[in-house]
């Protein structure tokens, strides 16, 4: 049997599979591999980024996708379920801004209730209305807090429910969201202070252009 042997290189079966060190592979697991390998060979650095400094990748993440949810925001009811998508993306970006710069490492999850839990005991502070519109968007963004469904904003859910819940401005989104990336910036080293600067003037620049 084919499955049985070790090939020193690549054999293409009868069904089209490609078959590597007796591991069968479909075209688009071959066409990953090599390009896989592409990458590897860049020799890119293998250091770590601080977690401080990732505090402001995070923040960027967190405008860019404020300000595309903010472009699907004037075409009015169109493009709904994207633009919560990427909006509650931009609040967990936000979120994350502000943990990683105090030094801590963000849980990986997309719960931005659990999130918030995280930073509000790292001493960040939004007002009441802000944190029910944070749980209203996780209502949808994460989990519906009725059915216990699941990224329902993302994919067909498999019984028959809708997609129900008060839907935050996105005004206010964008408040939530800038509130988040200032605290942080507050809260980051003097050493990132100036490079978190920079963040007011590219977010103006991408709302002028968006």
Not at 95 to 100: F, G, H, N
Not at 114 to 132: F, H, M, T
Request: proline share 4%.
């Amino acid at each position: 049997m084919l499955l049985g042997r070790r090939y020193a290189a690549p054999v293409i079966s009868t069904l089209g599979d490609i078959i590597c060190n007796g591991i069968i592979m479909s075209n688009i697991d071959n066409i990953q591999r090599k390009i896989r390998k592409i990458y590897a060979s860049e020799g890119l650095p293998s250091g770590k980024t601080p977690i401080q400094l990732q505090s402001i990748e995070w923040s960027y993440r967190a405008i860019d996708y404020l300000v595309a949810a903010s472009v699907l925001e004037k075409k009015g009811l169109y493009f709904s379920h994207p633009k919560l998508q990427i909006t509650g993306h931009s609040i967990e970006c936000a979120l994350k801004a502000c943990i990683s710069s105090v030094g801590n490492k963000p849980q990986n999850t997309h719960d931005l209730v659990r999130l918030y839990r995280e930073v509000e005991k790292l001493g960040y502070q939004l007002d009441s209305k802000y944190q029910a519109m944070i749980v209203h968007l996780n209502h949808l963004y994460f989990q519906d807090l009725g059915t216990g469904t699941k990224f329902k904003l993302r994919y067909p859910t498999d019984s028959l429910e809708g997609i129900g819940g008060a839907i935050p401005s996105h005004d206010d989104m964008a408040s939530i969201c800038k509130s988040l990336l200032k605290q942080a910036a507050d809260k980051a080293p003097d050493i990132l202070k100036e490079m978190f600067g920079t963040i007011p003037i590219y977010t103006e620049n991408l709302e002028h252009r968006a």
